[in-house]
């Protein structure tokens, strides 16, 4: 079938980011999360030359802002916030309660990779979801349009942070008077390997003992 995938692991490069500001808990894990989905989306990018960028803003949440960009295989990451207003919430408050209503910009700049579609392109779509992991699915659902599979996971192992993430895409085949597979999230293919990778748990996209190789083995031996 045609499909696509990454896994990543963030562990030493995401600590020497945290590291640079006393973050609160709550602001540390969500940078993380977009830390390891900046990872996701960067690694599609044909040419080490290109750019991600993955913002999320609002005017008046208790994290106003959050930057993350990926070039060369490098990762940096921001997150402007609000102590007082974080202080007001509870310790499991959902991606609206650290936001409220703001929006989420993806932003691929492909101008070095030589291939058609290539050049500068963002999507903006409403910072909706349970987290900022839902909110990437749902920008692919409106903006690319294309069967898309995100999971994330932050935790704390042995006193460091690691997150790990998995992201897992149906590609249209692309050849002429085919059916082109991005426009029926339904498939069966897709629906068939989108159940598999679903199982992937938390505890195993963070387990630095747990090589990324012996995932993809789990998930889709058979």
């Known amino acids: 079938m045609n499909a696509r995938g990454r896994l990543v692991r963030l562990d030493a490069v995401l600590n020497e980011i945290l590291s640079a500001h006393a973050l609160p808990p709550i602001v540390e894990k969500t940078l993380a999360e977009a830390l390891v989905l900046t990872a ?13 960028t993955l913002q999320a803003q609002t005017e008046n949440g208790a994290i106003g802002l959050l930057v993350c960009d990926y070039k060369d295989a490098a990762l940096r990451g921001y997150a402007q916030f609000d102590a007082i207003k974080l202080a007001e919430l509870p310790p499991d408050t959902n991606l609206f309660g650290l936001f409220g209503k703001g929006f ?7 101008k070095h990779d030589g291939v058609e579609g290539s050049g500068r392109y963002q999507g903006i779509v409403p910072l909706e979801g349970e987290s900022l992991c839902e909110a990437v699915s749902s920008y692919f659902a409106q903006s690319e349009q294309l069967p898309t599979l995100i999971r ?6 042995g006193g460091r942070c690691i997150a790990g ?32 990778a679903g199982t992937v748990t938390n505890v195993e996209l963070t387990d630095p003992a747990l090589p990324l190789e012996e995932i993809v083995w789990r998930l889709f031996h058979e």
């Open 152 to 157: 994330a996971a932050v935790n704390h192992v």
């Open 104 to 110: 989420l910009a993806i932003t691929f700049d492909r």
């Open 40 to 52: 996701l989306l960067g690694a599609t990018l044909k040419n080490a030359e290109g750019q991600l």
């Open 165 to 196: 993430g998995l992201l897992l895409q149906h590609l249209a085949d692309g050849e002429e008077g085919r059916e082109r597979l991005h426009v029926r999230m339904d498939h069966p293919e897709w629906e068939h390997v989108s159940i598999l």
